[in-house]
């Protein structure tokens, strides 16, 4: 497999993914529109491939009650607090739909809260094993998460010089209506680096 070490591409594609995709679940899933809610949260779910783990239960639009659960999060989420609440939604999850969703629970708890929840993905955890870093054998979602966190850190200076250079070229994006300063205040968000060093793992850990 042919190995891409150009953040600068992966930079300008979650720039793209942010304005197409992630910005939208976001705001809708905060909408005070119940039904926009919904659309939203489902359509987020099957951009995340996660749909297959929720059954559809008697009474229940699809997926209403998993929003619902979601919803009764209020945070704050930190980084001393984010392992336990991730792995609390999980099993919450669990109970309504029979399924382990470590990783449906953090990709939902992500398009909530942003950082520092990072979102467990079987490519990424690819990733970390082929390059040697110690995950858990159990897929621990705090053991996951800390050893991606490690391997951030031994590439952030190649992100952040990559999203420093991408307001300049801004217009090449989805973003090409914005102004500089509201393109450089996304690129310099923590959350939006680390959401760049997914797609690094995503087309690394598995095939671009």
């Not at 304005?19 to 905060?30: K, P």
């Not at 952040?160 to 968000?189: F, H, M, Q, W």
């Amino acid at each position: 497999m042919v190995v891409n070490n150009n953040f600068n591409y992966f930079a300008m594609m979650y720039l793209n993914d942010w304005y197409s995709s992630d910005m939208l679940f976001m705001e809708g899933i905060s909408s005070s529109e119940t039904s926009k809610r919904l659309t939203k949260f489902h359509d987020a779910a099957k951009y995340y491939k996660v749909t297959r783990n929720f059954i559809t239960l008697d009474g229940e639009v699809r997926l209403e009650g998993a929003l619902e659960i979601l919803l009764q999060e209020s945070g704050p989420i930190t980084d001393e607090n984010v392992c336990s609440k991730v792995t609390l939604l999980a099993e919450t999850l669990k109970k309504r739909y029979g399924k382990n969703v470590v990783s449906a629970a953090s990709k939902f708890l992500w398009l909530r809260f942003r950082s520092p929840v990072i979102i467990f993905d079987s490519r990424a955890l690819n990733w970390l094993k082929v390059n040697q870093y110690p995950v858990s054998p159990i897929g621990s979602y705090e053991s996951y998460r800390e050893q991606w966190l490690a391997a951030f850190k031994a590439h952030e200076k190649q992100i952040e010089t990559a999203c420093n250079g991408i307001p300049a070229v801004r217009k090449y994006t989805l973003a090409c209506d914005e102004s500089e300063n509201v393109v450089s205040e996304i690129c310099v968000s923590r959350w939006f680096r680390e959401r760049v060093f997914d797609k690094y793992l995503w087309f690394n850990g598995g095939g671009g």
